[in-house]
């Protein structure tokens, strides 16, 4: 681009081939695994995020809690804490390059803002305590443990999709 | 051959914690780059209309499952340097049904949600402020939920081990599945949203191939299941055991480590595991007292340096605290032939009451073993 003008005022990049992202995501799996010899994750590292958090507010409580507990008085040195915060700068670099950057509450024309944003919530609140049952969620179960064919993690992925489609019909307004 | 911070047990280390933020940031912008810091394309595979996150996932899978079926098939990794993820059937099937739930209301999952919070999706600051309350929920109910979340544990389990099928084959199953799954993914766009933007084109044909050819080859390399980190890694090694024993290498003469002792080698580690009271009346000189539950411990600096002897009177308890050792990775420890009474009889025993009369260099070698072990040629043989 020779002119930052028409650049900015251009609208965002088309997505990428999604195969060639997938090979992308794919081998940044497979480094994950030859060098740091684990796979992805993102769950955990927002559950750290969590037990800081309320640490902060009770510390004596988080200590003695027996999950949280054990991840010790700095929960947040922890390798997945710094992924989380990777993917966010990831995210963040390729989206300002694909001109993607654009703060809004994402939902169907017609859809009301309230249904969203509860949907958001109480579905946040689903995942981040089933991520935890299961000790991962779609990057640290279903994409690491699929990739090794790990039978539990394929049953959870399996169990993911069986449960997104159970509920997807009952929330389809929030895209209308 | 790689060691990674896992397998050197180094993932608290500032050195993983910078690999992780690498690793994160790729994985972030492949997610970024693939469409996935929007709720709305995220939600499309729910409803048929978009399935990228199919296409996506399968292909990462795919792609990282080769890749490391390949590089274990030629030996660059070992499984033991891989975390491997144990399956908890409860807790795995449970969890993922609520997982599946909450990600179809929100459209997000923690790693796209980051992605989504970085495109500045406002869905997506409140699914995390969900995902973190959800989190401390769960601790905060945990000791309930401790049955539920060990509902099922079957360790590290293997689905192809499950099925009962090699890893090798079992991966090029899966790359053909991947394959059909992608060719069904365009097609329903297709049919569902006129789209299915790669359905037929020579790129998906090519990509489809590529897998299919990828897959053949691992298949033909020699099966080294990952994982059999734990059956065939365990069974390679009882096989070498066996075959030590059976060559013969798992022991040594009583005559070579007396003449070692003698030339003052200060390589060989003579160990005496009988008790401490049989150890004080007698022992061969130079030997050390270890039982056999400490022999890891006291012998680490040993492991893999010199020679290391371990005796009793007889054999069997050597023997199998040989093996043990052995299979700890020792590769240098050995059992004295015949024990202590082997030792007595063969090295001990004087010239003048062995049953085949001794030729003279032999007696001379007596002599001085006995003088050296002993303190004198004349005393008698204790009693044990």
Redesign the interface.
């Known amino acids: 681009m020779e002119s930052n003008d028409s650049s900015s005022s251009a609208g965002p990049k088309p997505?990428?081939?999604?195969?060639v992202?997938?090979?992308?995501?794919?081998?940044?799996?497979?480094?994950?695994?030859?060098?740091?010899?684990?796979?992805?994750g993102?769950?955990a590292?927002?559950?750290r995020?969590?037990?800081c958090?309320?640490g902060c507010i009770l510390p004596g409580h988080?200590q003695g809690?027996?999950?949280?507990g054990s991840w010790g008085t700095d929960p947040l040195?922890?390798?997945?804490v710094?992924?989380?915060?990777?993917?966010?700068?990831?995210?963040?670099?390729?989206?300002i390059v694909?001109r993607?950057?654009?703060?809004?509450?994402?939902?169907?024309a017609t859809a009301p803002r309230r249904l969203?944003?509860l949907?958001?919530?109480?579905?946040?609140?689903?995942?981040?305590?089933?991520?935890?049952?299961?000790?991962?969620?779609?990057?640290?179960?279903?994409?690491?443990?699929?990739?090794?064919?790990?039978?539990?993690?394929?049953?959870?992925?399996?169990?993911?999709?069986?449960?997104?489609?159970?509920?997807?019909y009952f929330?389809?307004r929030q895209?209308q | 051959m790689?060691t990674?911070?896992?397998?050197s047990d180094a993932?608290?280390s500032n050195g993983?914690?910078?690999?992780?933020?690498?690793?994160?940031?790729?994985?972030?912008?492949?997610?970024?780059?693939?469409?996935f810091?929007?709720?709305?394309?995220l939600?499309g595979?729910?409803?048929f209309r978009d399935m990228?996150v199919l296409?996506?996932?399968?292909?990462?899978?795919?792609?990282?499952?080769l890749?490391?079926h390949l590089?274990m098939a030629v030996g660059m990794?070992e499984s033991d340097?891989?975390?491997?993820?144990?399956?908890?059937?409860g807790?795995?099937?449970?969890?993922?049904?609520?997982?599946?739930?909450?990600?179809?209301?929100?459209?997000?999952?923690?790693?796209?949600?980051?992605?989504?919070?970085?495109?500045?999706?406002?869905?997506?600051v409140?699914?995390?402020?969900?995902?973190?309350?959800?989190?401390?929920?769960?601790?905060?109910v945990?000791?309930a939920?401790?049955p539920?979340?060990h509902w099922g544990d079957?360790g590290?389990?293997?689905?192809?081990a499950?099925l009962g099928i090699p890893?090798n084959v079992?991966?090029l199953l899966?790359a053909c599945v991947a394959v059909a799954a992608?060719w069904g993914a365009e097609w329903t766009e297709k049919k569902v949203a006129g789209t299915g933007a790669?359905l037929g084109t020579q790129?998906?044909k090519t990509?489809s191939i590529a897998i299919l050819v990828v897959g053949v080859a691992q298949a033909f390399l020699p099966s080294v299941n990952?994982?059999g980190a734990t059956l065939t890694g365990a069974n390679a090694g009882e096989t070498s055991l066996l075959a030590a024993m059976e060559a013969g290498e798992d022991h040594i003469e009583p005559e070579e480590v007396a003449d070692r002792l003698m030339a003052g080698d200060k390589t060989l580690v003579l160990v005496d595991i009988r008790t401490p009271a049989e150890f004080a009346a007698f022992h061969i000189r130079g030997a050390v007292n270890a039982s056999a539950a400490e022999l890891p411990q006291y012998l680490a600096p040993n492991k893999n340096q010199g020679t290391i002897v371990l005796y009793s009177n007889g054999m069997t308890h050597p023997a199998q605290a040989r093996d043990a050792l052995a299979r700890m990775g020792f590769s240098n420890a050995y059992l004295l032939t015949d024990g202590l009474n082997g030792f007595m009889r063969r090295v001990l025993k004087p010239a003048s009451l062995r049953e085949a009369p001794v030729p003279s260099h032999p007696a001379a070698k007596i002599r001085a073993w006995r003088l050296f072990f002993l303190g004198s040629p004349e005393s008698g043989v204790p009693r044990q």
Do not use: H
């Not at chain 1, 997505?15 to 195969?19: A, E, G, H, Q, V």
């Not at chain 1, 990057?139 to 394929?154: N, P, R, V």
């Not at chain 2, 209301?105 to 406002?122: H, I, N």
């Open positions: 997505y990428m081939n999604p195969y992202a997938g090979v992308v995501l794919g081998l940044m799996l497979l480094a994950s695994f030859l060098v740091l010899g684990v796979g992805l993102a769950s590292g927002i559950a995020i969590g037990a958090l309320q988080v809690s027996e999950y949280f040195r922890y390798y997945l710094y992924m989380f915060a990777g993917t966010l700068l990831g995210g963040l670099v390729s989206a694909s993607r950057v654009q703060p809004q509450l994402e939902r169907g969203r944003i949907l958001a919530l109480v579905g946040g609140v689903l995942v981040g305590f089933a991520s935890r049952l299961a000790s991962g969620c779609t990057s640290g179960q279903a994409l690491t443990g699929g990739a090794i064919l790990a039978t539990g993690s394929l049953l959870f992925l399996v169990s993911v999709f069986a449960g997104g489609y159970a509920t997807a929330v389809r895209w | 790689i990674t911070f896992f397998g993932l608290g993983a914690f910078l690999v992780a933020l690498m690793v994160g940031f790729g994985f972030g912008l492949a997610l970024e780059l693939a469409g810091g929007s709720s709305r394309k939600s595979i729910f409803y990228t296409k996506v996932m399968f292909t990462a899978m795919i792609t990282a499952m890749g490391l590089l990794i340097q891989i975390y491997f993820l144990p399956t908890v059937y807790a795995q099937i449970l969890g993922g049904l609520i997982f599946g739930v909450g990600f179809a209301m929100s459209a997000w999952c923690p790693g796209t949600a980051a992605v989504g919070v970085a495109s500045g999706r406002l869905d997506a409140i699914f995390l402020i969900g995902a973190v309350v959800g989190s401390v929920l769960f601790n905060e945990y000791s939920l401790v539920v979340y079957a590290v389990n293997f689905v192809w499950a890893a079992f991966v899966f992608f790669y790129f998906l990509f990952p994982g």
